[in-house]
């Protein structure tokens, strides 16, 4: 009985003693002096009392600077109001006190570093430092997590590696962009699995607390947001991505790396993408990639040469075999719109099947909506008989379009366009009127489309 009273004895010593060491290291060496100090500041910084918020912030900072995040937060803000009003040699002590904090926030809080080197290149930026200092503030922030950056921030870092790097090391401006898109397309999944499992229980009836609802809303916010980058990072690399760059690139390459599964994927998807197929470094590395990694992607990639070589019922398997390897809903929905990607040039009424296949497993798969918009509005010649049938076409586009960014808020800002675009091709009010036609009635569009769709 007496030993095991000594041994818990022990124990709880030996507990106290471990807590005693994590007080002391998390709040200094008087732990109640800290989280006074804590208390007293962070009351004046929320009411924006910045100025008495300075003398009890300034002790934690020194003196307990793991105690909280808020040492930080609010530290930033405080720095950053003394810099404003300050003149003369001391708005560069200030500065240097807000680069301070930056720093000492990296070193005792290393999480969410992306955001955290992204907001500090801007402040840098804003506080007039060199365009070098801002670069490598904007390279540690890409380098820790991309998909954290703003995407001002994210444009900019990829504008500077492009420039640096567009007539010496177009690798470099390729790897960077699949990075990027890489890091965000894996948020954007993240927050459309989220939102998907969320709309899913509404539509069944079941009402959202508070904190799902807020998640929902957020989710769409930040979908929104990331949705933005490819756009953005898609017209800086336009002068860069041509054919005539691509395939010299990857013919030089091809010998070096027609073993490293990364580089055969990243080169045939940018060859399919910017339709530079038709060189026989295509097929060449397609085969590659087979042949590395029997893959789903390999297969889609390996698809589309058959087909290119008239092997149609092989092609057809292949595709099969990519799909049926698949078991993740959301990988199996972006093989399916690959394939309808692919067939876009080829059948466009297959291309249309396989995008409404790629819906049916991922029913928030906005952009299949927008391939399917695309292939409509350049069938508008084939499809109509006249000047009013033709521009129907671009109605029935329109409308899928619209369905791209209400089932997916990633796409907002590219299905705007696409309905912009749209919109100026549509039957005019003039055109309707001379017509007499009704605004409102239905409109059967011909062809392969089928689609009945309002007259505007």
């Known amino acids: 009985?007496?030993?095991?009273?000594?041994?818990?004895?022990?124990?709880?010593?030996?507990?106290?003693?471990?807590?005693?060491?994590?007080?002391?290291?998390?709040?200094?060496?008087?732990?109640?002096?800290?989280?006074?100090?804590?208390?007293?500041?962070?009351?004046?910084?929320?009411?924006?009392?910045?100025?008495?918020?300075?003398?009890?912030?300034?002790?934690?900072?020194?003196?307990?600077?793991?105690?909280?995040?808020?040492?930080?937060k609010y530290g930033l803000i405080i720095a950053q109001d003394r810099y404003e009003k300050a003149t003369g040699a001391q708005k560069e002590i200030e500065s240097k006190l807000i680069d301070k904090i930056y720093g000492r926030r990296v070193e005792n809080f290393p999480d969410n570093l992306g955001k955290v080197y992204s907001d500090w290149a801007t402040s840098l930026e804003e506080r007039g430092a060199p365009k070098s200092d801002v670069f490598t503030k904007l390279e540690k922030a890409f380098n820790t997590d991309p998909a954290r950056m703003s995407i001002k921030n994210l444009a900019k870092y990829f504008q500077e590696v492009t420039s640096r790097n567009k007539d010496t090391n177009t690798q470099k401006v390729f790897d960077t962009y699949d990075d990027a898109l890489e890091a965000v397309n894996k948020k954007i999944d993240g927050h459309s699995k989220s939102k998907d499992a969320l709309d899913k229980k509404e539509a069944a009836g079941q009402a959202l607390n508070k904190k799902e609802a807020r998640k929902l809303k957020n989710d769409a916010i930040n979908l929104r947001g990331l949705g933005q980058v490819e756009g953005v990072l898609d017209q800086i690399l336009g002068e860069v991505a041509t054919c005539e760059r691509l395939i010299p690139l990857y013919n030089k390459g091809f010998e070096s790396h027609k073993t490293d599964t990364k580089w055969l994927r990243r080169a045939a998807s940018r060859l399919n993408a910017k339709e530079c197929t038709a060189d026989p470094i295509f097929p060449k590395l397609v085969e590659a990639f087979v042949n590395a990694e029997p893959s789903a992607d390999a297969y889609i990639f390996y698809a589309k040469v058959l087909e290119d070589r008239g092997k149609t019922t092989e092609a057809l398997e292949y595709r099969n075999k990519a799909i049926d390897l698949e078991t993740d809903t959301y990988k199996k929905s972006e093989y399916l719109y690959r394939i309808a990607y692919t067939l876009k040039g080829k059948s466009k009424s297959q291309s249309r099947a396989y995008a409404y296949r790629a819906l049916k497993v991922r029913p928030s798969m906005g952009k299949a909506y927008l391939l399917i918009a695309n292939l409509y509005a350049s069938s508008a010649n084939g499809c109509g008989t006249d000047e009013f049938s033709k521009r129907m076409t671009f109605v029935a586009a329109k409308n899928k379009a619209a369905q791209a960014k209400r089932v997916d808020p990633s796409l907002t800002s590219r299905a705007n366009k696409y309905i912009k675009s749209y919109n100026a091709s549509a039957p005019s009010k003039k055109l309707i009127f001379t017509l007499g036609k009704t605004s409102g009635a239905s409109h059967k569009v011909g062809c392969w489309i089928g689609e009945t769709v309002k007259i505007p």
Do not use: H
């Open 1 to 72: 009985m007496r030993k095991n009273v000594t041994q818990l004895l022990f124990s709880l010593f030996l507990l106290a003693g471990i807590s005693n060491v994590y007080a002391q290291d998390k709040y200094g060496a008087e732990p109640e002096k800290c989280k006074t100090n804590l208390s007293i500041f962070y009351e004046y910084a929320k009411a924006k009392n910045y100025t008495p918020a300075y003398e009890p912030w300034t002790w934690v900072f020194d003196n307990c600077p793991k105690g909280s995040k808020n040492i930080y």
